[in-house]
């Protein structure tokens, strides 16, 4: 009887791990999408994208941004769900005339699959 309580008990864990991962994952889609809409506002805004992400909240200093209209974001840029800044590169290298905005994921690397799987804008 303990036997099966054991096995039971670890079968139930691993769904539940995986399924946190797996909204973590969507939750990292989920902010890109957000940021990423945020991000065009601002470039229709200042015909330009901007420098920083958190540019989406405070008006840059200097004259580069005459027609700021923002915030575009109301909250704070968040942290990707594994805890490290989204990643945020004008010009980016997969989207040269544009941005590359990502997360690495739960291992923190460049590629890997299911949940240590980079989530970005050009996929």
């Known amino acids: 009887m303990m036997f099966i309580l054991v096995t039971l008990a670890g079968v139930v864990t691993v769904l539940?791990?995986?399924?946190?991962?797996?909204?973590?994952?969507?939750?990292?889609v989920s902010d890109i999408e957000a940021l990423g809409s945020a991000i065009e506002q601002y470039r229709l805004d200042n015909s330009a994208f901007p420098t920083l992400l958190d540019d989406l909240r405070t008006k840059p200093t200097g004259d580069g941004t005459p027609k700021w209209n923002g915030p575009y974001i109301k909250?704070?840029?968040?942290d990707d769900p594994w805890g490290r800044p989204y990643e945020y590169h004008v010009p980016g290298?997969?989207?040269?005339?544009?941005?590359?905005?990502?997360?690495?994921?739960?291992?923190?690397?460049?590629?890997?699959?299911?949940?240590?799987?980079?989530?970005?804008?050009?996929?």
């Open 75 to 78: 909250k704070p840029v968040p």
């Open 93 to 123: 290298d997969h989207n040269a005339e544009s941005y590359d905005l990502y997360s690495l994921g739960k291992d923190g690397k460049e590629g890997g699959t299911g949940s240590d799987e980079d989530v970005t804008n050009w996929q």
């Open 16 to 28: 539940v791990i995986q399924r946190v991962e797996q909204a973590k994952h969507a939750r990292a």
